[in-house]
């Protein structure tokens, strides 16, 4: 039985590992990329420092220094998170090679999961870890002061990691009936920009939109771990929302597998 | 005169595509429609709640940002295809195929690849133009009007010929992907006020690469801001500018075609 497990988890390691490879050859690409994503997060430094020079240094209990690093925590938390696994479902379904993937003793989920992992580990390696170092020696960075923000931080990333992916695995599945991602990643992208705090942080949002962005599942994507990190919530705040988490994560479980049992069909009817 | 019909016919055949997919149209409007509604109401709630960025409102910078996605789209229409297709064109060969076309190339190249997937955001951008203007103190005589028309028709071409020079080098290097991903940071850039830049990247950003009298000149000139350091009728070069990039860029392509050898595919 462990046997069992360990050549299931050496198997996936083996996609994470094959991905990584695969953009690993696009090595000319590296630096470019690397230039493209500090200019952006240059820009939003910019962009912050602007927008606190008018007030007394403090908004919303937040400082500059602290928004910079907010800045610099969105590179780093939306490439672990963001992991394209509704673009290796869809390609797939496209294809049609998934009706292979159906009779494969491996599940697909985990395939396109792994995939996107290994495509992101290397994003961490070569491209964000080099802009949080320039960045944090231009702009400063505010660790966490207190050990449960660290700790809790790590436990709502890897949370929102499987959240983020089984929204993305149902978001693929669609591509069963309407053969392409694009639509859906478009509108759902839209509800992350708007929702997710990806560029402004919830703290400043105001209320009736707030309440909107405090009922749907994408903060816990990315402003929720950040705020744990930053210690803008207490330790009974940071237990509520690992909660949340899951709770969401319970009902985008329930969606997948409706999903899923359509999805199948749909294959069906088409021949493959 | 002979090239316009051509190009109506161009266009015909493509929009032909929409009667018959409707709802694949549709699908796509509406998604591209919620892209950029949603990143403008993002960059309205960050100003809104600073209440000023740089000396900017928020309703200002709502106007700043839509004329920049309504050129954007207007050149979208006609360049984005294209340009955007060029460098895989060359890579696998059929660029060859319209060369041997009895038309002029650039036109064929442009006819060819008409775009009709910018409508959703022009009904975003063109909507939140609107909701700017009522919400702010800005004379809608016929004189502003024209020029604000005026204005979006000069950085349409500015957007034009970015398109052009940052995907005809793909004729010398056939693979340019990076030179794209560089032109979108630029475009990051235009997304905020020139002023809240450093000197150096000011001035990259007026001589080098004029991106800023696509919305930042012509927004401060709309308005007549005077407390942004720069002087608004600067605006007044954003046609001049669009006009002499574009034929710059016509011209560049054909020097380009000129010392194209075919990738032999």
């Not at chain 2, 028309?149 to 970015?162: E, Q, R, S």
Request: glycine fraction near 6%.
């Amino acid at each position: 039985m462990y046997n069992k497990y360990k050549d299931v988890i050496k198997l996936y390691i083996e996609f994470l590992k094959k991905s990584f490879q695969s953009q690993f050859i696009y090595r000319a690409n590296t630096l470019i990329r690397i230039f493209t994503s500090f200019i952006f997060v240059f820009i939003m430094a910019n962009v912050w420092t602007a927008l606190y020079s008018t007030t007394d240094g403090i908004v919303d209990g937040i400082n500059l220094s602290e928004m910079l690093t907010y800045v610099l925590m969105v590179e780093v938390v939306r490439t672990v998170v963001l992991l394209p696994v509704s673009r290796y479902v869809a390609g797939r379904a496209k294809t049609g090679i998934v009706s292979i993937d159906f009779i494969r003793p491996i599940n697909l989920k985990l395939c396109a999961i792994f995939n996107g992992l290994g495509e992101n580990m290397l994003s961490i390696v070569f491209f964000v870890a080099p802009i949080v170092v320039i960045g944090s020696l231009i702009w400063g960075f505010v660790f966490p002061s207190r050990p449960f923000q660290m700790i809790f931080f790590i436990i709502a990333l890897f949370m929102a990691v499987i959240l983020y992916s089984t929204m993305e695995y149902i978001m693929g599945l669609t591509a069963f009936w309407t053969k392409t991602d694009f639509h859906i990643n478009w509108i759902v992208n839209s509800f992350m920009t708007m929702f997710a705090g990806m560029t402004v942080p919830l703290w400043f949002y105001p209320k009736p939109i707030k309440l909107v962005a405090d009922v749907l599942p994408f903060k816990y994507f990315i402003f929720e771990p950040i705020n744990i990190f930053l210690g803008k919530v207490d330790f009974s705040g940071a237990i509520n929302i690992i909660i949340m988490q899951f709770v969401w994560l319970g009902i985008l479980l329930l969606i997948e597998r409706f999903v899923w049992h359509f999805a199948q069909r749909v294959v069906t009817i088409q021949g493959g | 005169m002979e090239y316009a019909s051509l190009y109506w016919d161009f266009v015909k055949i493509k929009l032909k595509s929409i009667v018959e997919y409707p709802g694949a149209f549709w699908a796509e409007t509406f998604a591209k429609f919620m892209g950029f509604a949603s990143q403008f109401i993002v960059t309205f709630l960050l100003v809104y709640r600073f209440e000023t960025l740089a000396g900017w409102t928020a309703y200002e910078i709502l106007l700043f940002v839509s004329i920049n996605i309504t050129a954007y789209s207007l050149a979208g229409f006609f360049m984005f295809n294209p340009f955007a297709m060029l460098s895989m064109h060359i890579q696998q060969g059929t660029f060859d195929e319209m060369l041997t076309k009895p038309l002029n190339p650039f036109f064929y190249l442009c006819g060819k690849g008409f775009l009709y997937g910018y409508i959703g955001n022009l009904i975003a951008s063109i909507g939140t133009m609107i909701i700017a203007i009522v919400n702010l103190d800005f004379n809608t005589t016929f004189y502003n009007m024209m020029m604000l028309i005026v204005f979006i028709i000069g950085g349409a071409l500015i957007h034009c010929a970015l398109f052009m020079f940052f995907n005809i080098p793909a004729f010398w290097i056939i693979k340019s992907d990076a030179l794209i991903t560089l032109k979108w940071s630029l475009d990051d850039f235009a997304r905020y006020p020139l002023n809240i830049y450093n000197k150096f990247i000011q001035f990259f950003l007026i001589i080098i690469v004029p991106i800023s009298f696509i919305n930042f000149f012509p927004v401060a000139f709309l308005l007549g801001k005077d407390n942004i350091g720069f002087n608004p009728n600067l605006a007044l070069l954003t046609p001049v500018i669009g006009i002499m990039l574009t034929v710059l860029g016509y011209k560049f392509f054909f020097f380009a075609v000129k010392h194209y050898s075919s990738t032999g595919s």
